[in-house]
């Protein structure tokens, strides 16, 4: 079974500083993985995904996550944050070999990240 | 850009009600999907549903629940009997290729 850790539940950070909120994944091939953010009272949005291509992949808000097959890790970054990143990230994983019709999401606890002025 | 919706967005029910949550996915999407969110923990799947069946549904997801798409464009999930531990945000999402879920804003169902 899959599952995903990210280490963190909450990560506080200066505006203008680097952002790196942590996830591991346990999957016995290499599966698709994606960060999703989560803003108050909100849905659920996509940030970035890795479906295989190149293992640095570039999402939305000028964040970034790097695929470690070797380290199991899919860690998201932005350079500087904003106050507008304050909000809720979730990592999660599916089985790109289900095959059939079902890509069901398994999700980490999710990371709450703060960002002080 | 088209989107999930999701009605209602707060749904206020008594314990042993039936509930329907609704859902009208993207409209060229073919998988759709039912997640949860009890409060303060992680993002659960419920269930998925393709060519009109469930393909696969959680633990979570037993003789209470029940999915359907009754008109081509509307995915309801049905809890027959709401316990209090329904109380939950759930989420509906869709996908035109696998690897891509768009998720619509959820219903905060309350159940006293």
């Known amino acids: 079974a899959q599952s995903v850790t990210q280490l963190g539940s909450h990560v506080s950070v200066s505006e203008g500083a680097l952002v790196l909120l942590r996830c591991n994944y346990s999957s016995s091939v290499p599966p698709y993985l994606f960060w999703y953010v989560q803003y108050p009272n909100q849905g659920l949005q996509l940030l970035l995904k890795?479906?295989?291509?190149?293992?640095l992949v570039k999402g939305i808000n000028g964040f970034e996550a790097e695929f470690k097959k070797s380290e199991t890790s899919f860690h998201l970054t932005k350079p500087s944050a904003h106050m507008s990143d304050a909000a809720e990230y979730f990592c999660?994983?599916?089985?790109?070999?289900?095959?059939?019709?079902?890509?069901?999401?398994?999700f980490g606890k999710g990371t709450l990240l703060t960002v002080n002025p | 850009e088209p989107e999930v919706t999701q009605t209602p967005s707060h749904q206020v029910t008594q314990m042993g009600q039936e509930v329907i949550l609704r859902c009208v996915p993207i409209?060229?999407?073919?998988?759709f999907y039912w997640y949860r969110q009890i409060l303060g923990q992680k993002v659960e799947f419920l269930v998925s549903f393709y060519n009109n069946e469930i393909s696969e549904k959680s633990e979570i997801f037993d003789d209470q629940f029940s999915v359907e798409r009754p008109d081509g464009s509307n995915f309801t999930l049905k809890i027959r009997s709401t316990k209090l531990e329904d109380s939950a945000m759930y989420f509906c999402a869709s996908s035109e290729f696998v690897e891509e879920q768009y998720f619509g804003p959820g219903t905060r169902l309350t159940v006293t």
């Open positions: 409209s060229n999407h073919l998988y």
């Open positions: 890795y479906t295989s291509a190149a293992t």
């Open positions: 999660a994983v599916s089985d790109r070999w289900s095959g059939g019709s079902n890509y069901k999401l398994t």
